[in-house]
């Protein structure tokens, strides 16, 4: 007998295998991503515009220099960081959840080769692949603007990506749990917009309490930006291990916790 | 290289949800080249029993294997070479027709040249060629059924699993269905599909099996089921009045079975009372041979599910 009593329950808890498939789980949502490009770039492009030229100079005409960088600069690195967490945040959790329940376009993909590994692999590449869309074209715009001006700030298109990961994953993981849309407003409410005020996006992590830096540290945004900031900036670069570390666990994590309820979710 | 097993063998196929038994040891072989009709009222455990073929559900016990290969350890490879339509449409919304297909085929990793190839040849196959362009939203439930046996086909499968393809749908939709279907049966395929509609599994099915309460109470061919559970004619009885229905029991004319205002009598000997009915031109019958839905409703009962 195959079907002893638990064994599959193992096979649930097992560690995520995807395989190619994951690729065209990633061309799909790239391909409906194209179909509406325009309306889409626009708003990447024309958001942090507003921000910069409108925070960055507004505010920049009173602020003068912040962590030794002038405002507009400071205020753009640390935007770039936010940009991947929110944009990977949002497609993790609200899109997926439509495609996985209203859509039920994994049912679909479930009814070929793919497994639910690779949909959550394949989606959580997406997930990161809108957030370095998203923050490479507010680098584009800082640069335009001449916020940013080193050639340093290239090494960010990688960042981005994980830290696109970083936040995928969690919003996967959301995702699966969720049983209405309600729940990603909690989870915008209650993680991503504490994070993008008291991560070091507006100002320095330095200047907030002894106890709230505590918390504050151990966030993912605060390594993304702590990362991403003197890579855009050009200047030199620290702790970028134990960054690049916090958030790979962040996005490893996140994926295999997602993989798990998904696969239990998709799968009955 | 063709395995000699059949397409489908299950053994004490069983599946609980949190306790709730939805298929209680089921033993099927569906046969290479053959289409099998999985027949029984709703909740029966039809879907159960198909998700277990396809690996969304997985097993809670038994044996199981399709196409040779153990389910669900090989299901990446099993799906490979099967194709699906399931009971709820789930086309991709966010794309056109040809679409739908194209990113479907890249599912199976088929290269674009030859998917495109398939796609011109399945939509004139369900005749939607002229729907290429067409967004899922804007499609009539009989066209997104008809995409949905495309989309089934893109990988040119061995094994075709159709949930209640035809359910819901007008009589134009069903009988080109039941054409391309028999054109798939004859090119080589195996189909295996469930119904509510007993005629649709009479015309289609080579053999069949009947589900009720997530087991099989019958299995056969059709012509052998109707043969096993009912007497080959029914005289159905409009109204029948208390004495012609005395008569009937005291004649022993056949097994009585009365719903609403219809009396049904199960007999072997038809011929014998027709022409006793003849006489009282006052009451209206219908004589006509036992057919599957006979067999369905004597064996799951005329009692209303959900
Ligand atoms: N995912 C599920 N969780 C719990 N119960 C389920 C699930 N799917 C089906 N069932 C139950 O299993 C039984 C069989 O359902 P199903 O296989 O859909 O029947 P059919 O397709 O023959 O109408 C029903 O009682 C149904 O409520
Ligand atoms: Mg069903």
Request: proline share 5%.
């Amino acid at each position: 007998m195959i079907g002893r009593k638990g064994a599959f329950h193992d096979l649930s808890w097992r560690l995520p295998a995807p395989g190619g498939g994951a690729l065209a789980v990633w061309r799909r949502n790239l391909l409906v991503w194209r179909k509406m490009m325009g309306a889409s770039l626009l708003f990447n492009f024309g958001e942090p515009l507003i921000y910069l030229v409108g925070l960055g100079y507004g505010l920049g005409m009173f602020i003068g220099e912040m962590g030794g960088l002038p405002y507009r600069t400071f205020l753009a690195t640390g935007l770039l960081a936010s940009s991947s967490m929110t944009t990977a945040s949002m497609e993790g959790s609200y899109s997926v959840y439509t495609r996985m329940v209203p859509q039920q376009t994994y049912d679909g993909m479930l009814a070929t080769p793919l497994e639910v590994d690779d949909i959550v692999a394949g989606e959580m590449m997406w997930c990161a692949t809108k957030g370095l869309i998203s923050s490479a074209a507010i680098l584009l715009v800082a640069v335009l603007l001449g916020a940013i001006d080193s050639w340093q700030a290239l090494w960010c298109l990688p960042a981005f990506m994980l830290v696109g990961l970083c936040f995928a994953g969690p919003a996967l993981l959301v995702a699966s749990l969720a049983r209405s849309w309600d729940i990603f407003a909690y989870y915008v409410t209650l993680a991503i917009t504490p994070m993008f005020i008291f991560c070091g996006v507006f100002y320095p992590t330095s200047s907030l309490p002894g106890g709230v830096q505590d918390v504050v540290g151990i966030l993912p945004l605060t390594h993304a930006v702590a990362l991403i900031r003197p890579l855009a900036a050009g200047l030199p670069l620290d702790h970028v291990a134990l960054h690049v570390a916090v958030l790979s666990a962040y996005a490893l994590l996140g994926f295999y916790l997602a993989a798990v309820l998904t696969r239990r979710r998709l799968i009955a | 290289m063709h395995s000699p097993d059949p397409v489908i063998l299950a053994r004490g196929l069983c599946k609980n949800f949190n306790g709730l038994a939805a298929v209680r040891g089921i033993d099927l072989d569906v046969r290479r080249g053959v289409c099998f009709g999985l027949l029984g009222p709703n909740g029966a455990g039809k879907t159960t029993t198909l998700k277990m073929f396809l690996g969304q559900c997985h097993k809670s016990g038994g044996e199981l294997r399709v196409l040779g290969m153990a389910m669900p350890q090989q299901g990446r490879k099993i799906r490979r070479r099967m194709g699906v339509v399931p009971q709820a449409d789930n086309l991709d919304p966010d794309f056109t027709v040809y679409e739908n297909l194209l990113v479907y085929a890249s599912y199976f990793g088929i290269a674009r040249p030859l998917a495109r190839e398939r796609i011109d040849e399945l939509l004139d196959f369900v005749g939607l060629s002229d729907r290429a362009a067409t967004h899922i939203g804007e499609l009539s439930g009989g066209m997104k059924r008809r995409l949905s046996v495309a989309r089934a086909l893109i990988n040119d499968p061995e094994l075709l699993i159709l949930d209640e393809p035809t359910t819901g749908l007008d009589p134009q939709v069903r009988h080109l269905l039941w054409t391309r279907l028999r054109e798939l049966k004859r090119s080589g395929k195996t189909l295996l599909l469930t119904t509510h509609y007993m005629e649709e599994a009479e015309r289609l099915c080579d053999e069949l099996a009947i589900m009720d309460h997530g087991r099989i109470i019958a299995q056969g061919s059709p012509r052998a089921v109707i043969r096993q559970f009912v007497e080959p004619d029914v005289i159905e009885i409009q109204g029948c009045p208390p004495p012609l229905h005395a008569g009937l029991t005291a004649a022993n004319a056949g097994r009585l079975e009365i719903f609403g205002e219809t009396t049904y009598v199960y007999t072997a000997d038809a011929q014998a009372l027709a022409l006793c009915l003849k006489q009282s031109p006052e009451i209206s019958y219908l004589h006509r041979p036992a057919n599957l839905e006979d067999v369905f409703l004597k064996l799951t009962g005329r009692d209303l599910r959900e």
